[in-house]
């Protein structure tokens, strides 16, 4: 899934100026972009866990 070119340039627009002038920041700005996309994405799909079932992956993890 890729961001919308749109998004991006409202992001960067959003950034106050000390933090656009760092590249990582713009970088680490649009990484989160996508992140969030894909989760929404995610939820649309209905790949999600509820609490509980997160729970018991997570707990399983520790055995």
Do not use: N
């Not at 890729?2 to 627009?13: C, L, M, N």
């Not at 920041?25 to 790949?47: F, T």
């Amino acid at each position: 899934m890729s961001i919308s070119k749109t998004k991006i340039i409202a992001a960067i627009e959003a950034m106050p100026q000390e933090e656009f002038e760092d590249i990582d920041e713009v970088i680490e700005e649009i990484i989160l972009l996508e992140k969030i996309e894909q989760g929404l994405k995610d939820m649309r799909e209905g790949k999600v866990y509820t609490q509980e079932e997160a729970k018991k992956i997570m707990y399983s993890w520790l055995k």
